[in-house]
Structures are given as C-alpha cells and as structure tokens.
C-alpha cells in the first residue's frame, strides 16, 4: 500500500527566515507529485509539480522554490519566509494511467510565519 | 480560463437528513471532476470521480455525485448524513491529461455541519 509522509506536522518560524518542508511517497514508483498551499479557512492552490527525478515545473512561485533529488522525495523550500506563507502546505500523488490521475494527498505541515 | 464555484459555503443539516452540496464549473474542453473531503486541520481524502459514462459516479461511505453538461454541474449528494460527515468538501476541475500532469482546480470549499 502506498504512503505519504510530510515533514514536520508543524512549524513556527520568523519572518526572513529559510524553510524546508519535506514529503515522501511509498510503495510507489515514478508518481508525479504535487505541492499545493492553504491559507487558513481557505481553498486550494496548486504551486508544483513534478514527473520525473530532478524535474519540477512551477504554476504559481509565491517566492518558494521545489525540487525533486530522489524518485520519492519532493521538497518544498524559500531562502527567506514572509508573513504570506503562513498556511497549510500539502503534498499530494498520482499516477499517469491509474484511475485518470486522481490525487491522493499527505497529511500537511501547517506553517505560521511570524 | 477555468472555474469552479461551491455557491453555499456553509451547510447545517441533522443526523439522519440528505444533503447536496453543489458544484458548478465552468471549462471549455474535456475534464474531469471530483470531489473532496478535508477533515479539520487534515489533508484532502478523494471521494468520488467522473470522467465518462454513467453520469452519476458512487464514492466511499455513501457519497455519489452527478454530472450534468448542460448544467456545468457536479454536485454531491448523500441520502443520510452522519455525526462524523461533519467536513469541508471541495469539488475540483481537472483538464484532461496534458503531458503527463494533473492540474487541479479546487472551489472555495463547502463546510457542511451535522447536528445531533
């Protein structure tokens, strides 16, 4: 069975400050991945994707950057964090042919910029 | 440009009672829609999905949704609601394949109550 694991649960981090928020996937090979951000109370919005190792694509930067070192690694990061990332980020999968690319999402890292 | 409108932000109904929770879209191509649910402070569980055929798609634990294009519509729906139902739903456009990513668009989220 496939798994998806965030880090950290959850952060508190001053304003200019770097951050690295991590998510890894089991039990599958080659998935594409996903990053997305939600403000509190608030919807969805896609910031990433990958297909393959070492390749990202971005859809919206909020002045984050995302890279993907390893086949089941994905990490979400910015030199210097502003009051604006505060939210909640999710990691989420899928694979191209498997049930037309239906996304599974991981359990978040809720972030609080102050 | 693509869009996805959840019209009640809000819904409160009993234990025991229907709801619908509704979904309107608007895309000019082929796409998909699903559906949602965010416990609170927890990442999104898929419900249910529609891409083709039977317009009305069954999901997990009593959930089902309808398809209508002349509509532009997706909407949600369950027979007898329980306590633990208690979420946000969102509904999601996602456009057919395009070169190996699934984009997601997501509404602004239902939160829908029950009450004992």
């Known amino acids: 069975a496939q798994t998806i694991h965030q880090w950290p649960v959850a952060e508190i981090k001053a304003v200019g400050s770097p951050l690295s928020l991590g998510c890894t996937i089991k039990g599958k090979s080659s998935p594409n991945l996903y990053w997305y951000w939600q403000a509190t109370g608030g919807t969805l919005q896609q910031l990433f994707y990958s297909i393959t190792v070492g390749q990202v694509e971005s859809v919206v930067q909020l002045n984050l950057s995302a890279s993907r070192p390893k086949d089941d690694q994905f990490i979400l990061s910015t030199e210097k964090l502003l009051l604006s990332h505060s939210g909640f980020y999710l990691c989420?999968?899928?694979?191209?042919?498997?049930?037309?690319?239906?996304?599974?999402f991981g359990p978040g890292t809720r972030l609080l910029v102050l | 440009t693509q869009t996805v409108s959840q019209s009640d932000a809000h819904v409160t109904v009993f234990e025991g009672d229907s709801v619908e929770l509704r979904c309107n879209y608007s895309?000019?191509?082929?796409?998909?829609l699903s559906w949602y649910i965010q416990h609170h402070g927890r990442g999104l569980q898929f419900l249910l999905k529609?891409?083709?055929?039977?317009?009305v798609v069954q999901g997990v634990n009593g959930f089902e949704a309808e398809f209508s294009k002349s509509d532009s519509s997706f909407h949600l729906r369950k027979a007898s609601v329980h306590w633990s139902d208690s979420a946000v739903y969102f509904c999601a456009v996602s456009p057919m394949n395009q070169g190996g990513s699934a984009k997601l668009i997501f509404g602004e989220g239902t939160k829908l109550t029950v009450s004992s």
């Open positions: 989420a999968w899928s694979m191209l042919g498997d049930n037309q690319d239906t996304q599974y």
């Open positions: 529609y891409y083709s055929g039977n317009p």
């Open positions: 895309y000019g191509g082929s796409i998909y």
